[in-house]
């Protein structure tokens, strides 16, 4: 489909999906939203084995567009936020590994993005908050993935304060894997992306759904499950070569 808001590009092994709207600050729209599930979608159906999530302009994105939201009633909202929770789902359920390239500013349901990818890459000069929690309307929603990366305390203090993290703040908090030079983060992005996408792609899509999945059960559960998963897996035909060119010795020829 063509796009207004965003840019997908395919090169090699890797797409690149870049939000486009740096007069907005790349304000996630309803449009924007869909825009995104849209071209994660088509991404996923691809042959690709990656994805890395950027943007142009100064801000990596600003949350949701309040020019979408103001005046609106709760069916209107409630319609909103669900696109934006699929928009999350989608990326977590598509087989490829995501990784978010951040270059400036993510807040809000920006900074749900960036916790919602698979892996982050940030600049130096890039800054993360929920600034929910000094205004009217407390960051709900982007708590749900923020909480799932930081600890319960760090969480809560974005949350609550509203106040913005750096980026070395962010790495040492968990929400994203690396910090890099604005000179480097193109290169680090790919380099991570390329590191994550190495071996057997079925089995990294099937390790990735089992992920999600398992990360928010109960112990005994999650192995009961991911046990179950793992012995499925087995089976396929790129685990059984994989085992068979371990004991051989030799490099594995993966389907």
Known sequence: MAYELIELEYSGDFATITMNCPRRRNALSLKHMLELT???????????????????????????????????????????????????????EIPQPVVARVQGLATAAGCQLVATCDLAVASSEAAFATPGGKGGWFCTTPMVAVSRN???KRALEMLLT?????????????????????????????????????GS???KGIGKQAYYAQIGLAQPQAYDYAQEVMASASQIPDAQEGMQAFLEKRKPRFQ
Not at 50 to 57: P, Q
Not at 171 to 189: H, I, K, M, T
């Open 38 to 92: 849209a071209a994660f979608r088509e991404v996923g159906e691809s042959g690709m084995r990656g994805v890395i999530l950027a943007a142009n302009g100064p801000v990596f994105s600003a949350g949701h567009d309040f020019a979408d939201m103001v005046g609106r009633d709760l069916v209107a909202m409630r319609k909103i936020l669900h696109v934006c929770t699929i928009l999350m789902n989608t990326i977590q």
């Open 150 to 152: 930081i600890g319960r």
């Open 162 to 198: 509203g106040d913005p993290i750096d980026a070395q703040t962010a790495a040492d908090w968990g929400l994203v894997n690396r910090v890099v030079p604005p000179a480097q983060l193109e290169e680090e992005s790919q380099r991570l992306l390329a590191s994550a996408t190495r």
């Open 201 to 203: 792609f079925i089995s």
